[in-house]
């Protein structure tokens, strides 16, 4: 069995607005309107590019690389990564955490990344709803074109805690036959801030395996 590698490209299309939700989907939308790539496949784990994005006023990121079931994605090396397991071998070298999903949160607990990739279609564990603490602030969307099986359509959805502990935003990129999604989890605006470049690059990063 062979695995490509699909890389995952986000166009972002949300105009910046007056709510903290519309900010995060603009500043995503500028970055990834100078970064458009379109879905090739290339053989197992060639090298790519780095990406080693700055966070300031904190010196420059240092990565890691996540291995999961049918995906590979870098966070800060700083960041804790869940699930840690279990662990599973293909091949010689592909060492990786038999999972379709994973968390990465940061030391001081204030900004969590989230990423869901399985080798095809389904959704997430739990991600996408609305938990009973939570409150829709934000919601949009940018449907593919029907006649191409191939176009991506993106949705985008912030939740606030009804408290106001946190704020968590989503975004959801689902063709005919895959789904892709991506999450940031923040304490504060001050706290998204600091970290947005560092989750761009996680974005950008994501590398999708299949048969």
Not at 89 to 105: H, P
Not at 122 to 142: A, C, R, W
Request: aromatic residues 12%; proline residues 6%; hydrophobic residues 30%.
């Amino acid at each position: 069995m062979k695995k490509g590698i699909y890389i995952i490209a986000a166009l972002l299309l949300t105009a910046c607005g007056e709510t903290e939700s519309e900010d995060i989907v603009a500043v995503e939308n500028e970055a990834q309107a100078e970064n458009q790539e379109t879905q090739i496949e290339e053989p197992l784990r060639v090298k790519r590019d780095s990406i080693h994005p700055e966070v300031k006023p904190e010196a420059p990121v240092k990565l890691s690389t996540y291995s999961a079931t049918w995906f590979q994605v870098d966070y800060p090396e700083n960041f804790t990564a869940s699930p840690s397991g279990p662990m599973q071998i293909y091949g010689d070298d592909y060492e990786f955490v038999e999972t379709e999903e994973a968390k990465f949160t940061s030391p001081d607990g204030t900004v969590e990344f989230f990423v869901f990739s399985p080798q095809w279609g389904g959704d997430p564990i739990d991600y996408l709803i609305e938990q009973p603490n939570e409150k829709t602030v934000d919601q949009s969307e940018d449907k593919a074109n029907s006649d191409d099986p191939f176009a991506a359509s993106h949705h985008w959805v912030t939740y606030e805690d009804k408290e106001g502990k946190y704020t968590r935003s989503y975004h959801s990129i689902m063709t005919e036959n895959t789904h892709h999604v991506f999450g940031v989890k923040y304490t504060t605006r001050k706290m998204y801030e600091r970290y947005k470049a560092a989750y761009l690059a996680f974005k950008k990063s994501l590398q999708q395996f299949a048969d």
